[in-house]
């Protein structure tokens, strides 16, 4: 990034906290994984306090808990149906990985890791293994039907099926795309409208101070949209290699 | 000095392609709340493909916006 060292991009900087090197990889503690292990850490603490004393009245820490549980079981259910629960454990990690992801990147001086194409595109790419793997599993090659719908005039074919299959090779590509473009325009654009309340007067700095309080509501909207989409879409993927249509 | 005007430019009219993203995002949630006006018991039903399209419309602007990041900073 050739930016200087405080303009919008700054904050995207990743920064060896604990530099580490073995056998040539680079594999340092950094800040992005510094706030993955805050992530981590938060999710596990929130679902340890949870249900440290379980009530049939549930408390309040309790009642969060449960909220989030039936909010991706839901989910899960609705779009992939009763055999999708088995993979609920997997969504609801995802899930709740990437919202904090998000959630704590909003933070003053915090790092988005979401921000990174890497860490998505890691994510997105073991979705779609993981999805073609469990669709070949489940169907065999009857999992090619997945590419030309039955009932499909032959002419038609000719078309769909490419079509189809460039839109089965483009779905990690767009889901992690998608998470990164939108955290990373949401941050950019956070960072401009700040520059612009310190170059302007006072009186008028209230102008882009206002616009700044509204995009960070905007942005905590998008920060929680965007982990329900990605949850979401994962499980449609899933419905695809269970249900196949 | 050209190459960054050049940059700038290009950068200014990949961004354009936003456009088709706003005007899609703004269908899918007109419309969404005209089916809700007219059949408040479809709400929860709709939320979920209402959600979706939205995800998948903007993706598409978004793909505008990532190839106006590269160009403005490669």
Known sequence: MAAESHG???QFEIQRLIPLDVGGFDISYTNSALFMT??????????WVATRHRTMVPSRWQSVAELMYEFVGGMVKDNVGREGMRYLPFIFTLFMFILLGNVLGLMPYAFTFTSHL?????????????????GFSRHGLHYFSLF????????????LVPIEIMSYFIR???LSLRLFANMLAGHVLLKVLAGFIITLPVVFGIVPFAAVFGVTLLEIMVAVIQAYVFALLSCIYLNDAINLH | M???AAKMIGAGLAAIGVIGGGVGVGTIWANYMTAVARNPSMEDKLRTPAFLGFALSEATSLFALVIALIILFT
């Open chain 1, 8 to 10: 919008p991009m700054h």
């Open chain 1, 38 to 47: 805050f992530a981590v850490l938060a999710t596990f603490s929130l679902f």
């Open chain 1, 118 to 134: 890497v860490v998505n595109a890691t994510l997105a790419l073991f979705i779609f293994i993981a999805v073609t793997i469990i």
């Open chain 1, 148 to 159: 030309c719908p039955p009932g499909t005039p032959l002419p038609v074919a000719f078309i």
């Open chain 1, 172 to 174: 990690p590509v767009s």
């Open chain 2, 2 to 4: 050209e190459t960054e």
